[in-house]
């Protein structure tokens, strides 16, 4: 079974930074998608990219997608302290399974 | 913005008892999904459900596990004999037909004693 890590596991950067974090997956896929998770609370959707885009943008947000590396990047810019929080990407295996791989997350804090 | 929720937020047992955790999907969405985030460790997929029948159902979701939709709003997860392996955050979620976006709700952290 295909599986999420994301690196790193905990990463701290001041407010206005940039915060980038990656994942990585083993087996092909149909999308991928990262979430975002304050603590204590339910995990709340932030992007999709499917398998033949390379680039997405959402905001503050840019996902990128490398297929021949199994690998995609989150990058939020100008991060602010409410930013702070734990992000997950989730792989999608195939068309009409929607069942969804979790990595283990990286916990974002933003100092301000 | 609608919301997935999800009752109790917290619910204590004690290992061999029956639980039931309750969710409400957003009302026009037809998927619904279990997950479980044991501390710690990644979410991991239970089962999908899809017109009052099990879509897809992980290696977890064994005998012990079952779920239901009692009425048209409401969709539970049933554990028939907890173990003490089964406590974790469970998360509900629902999709909308043609959408690949789940909306979760907030969770039940079940902790079985």
């Known amino acids: 079974s295909q599986q999420g890590e994301e690196d790193p596991q905990a990463l701290s950067i001041q407010e206005g930074e940039n915060a980038t974090m990656n994942c990585s997956y083993k087996?092909?896929?149909?999308?991928l998608q990262w979430y975002r998770q304050n603590s204590g609370r339910g995990l709340v959707h932030l992007i999709l990219i499917r398998s033949n885009e390379r680039e997405k943008h959402s905001g503050r947000l840019r996902v990128t997608l490398d297929t021949s590396k199994k690998s995609s990047s989150l990058l939020i810019t100008a991060s602010r302290a409410a930013d702070t929080a734990s992000y997950f990407c989730?792989?999608?295996?195939?068309?009409?399974?929607?069942?969804?791989?979790f990595g283990k997350g990286t916990k974002l804090s933003v100092i301000p | 913005e609608p919301e997935v929720t999800q009752t109790p937020s917290h619910q204590v047992t004690q290992m061999g008892q029956e639980v039931i955790l309750r969710c409400v999907p957003i009302?026009?969405?037809?998927?619904f999904y279990w997950y479980r985030q044991i501390l710690g460790q990644k979410v991991e997929f239970l089962v999908s459900f899809y017109n009052n029948e099990i879509s897809e159902k992980s290696e977890i979701f064994d005998d012990q596990f079952s779920v239901e939709r009692p009425d048209g709003s409401n969709f539970t997860l049933k554990i028939r004999s907890t173990k003490l392996e089964d406590s974790a955050m469970y998360f509900c979620?629902?999709?909308?037909?043609?959408?690949?976006?789940?909306?979760f709700g907030s969770g039940t952290q079940l902790s079985v004693l």
């Open positions: 989730a792989s999608s295996s195939g068309a009409g399974s929607y069942q969804l791989t």
């Open positions: 087996t092909s896929i149909n999308n």
């Open positions: 009302s026009n969405h037809l998927y």
């Open positions: 979620a629902s999709r909308a037909d043609g959408s690949e976006k789940l909306f």
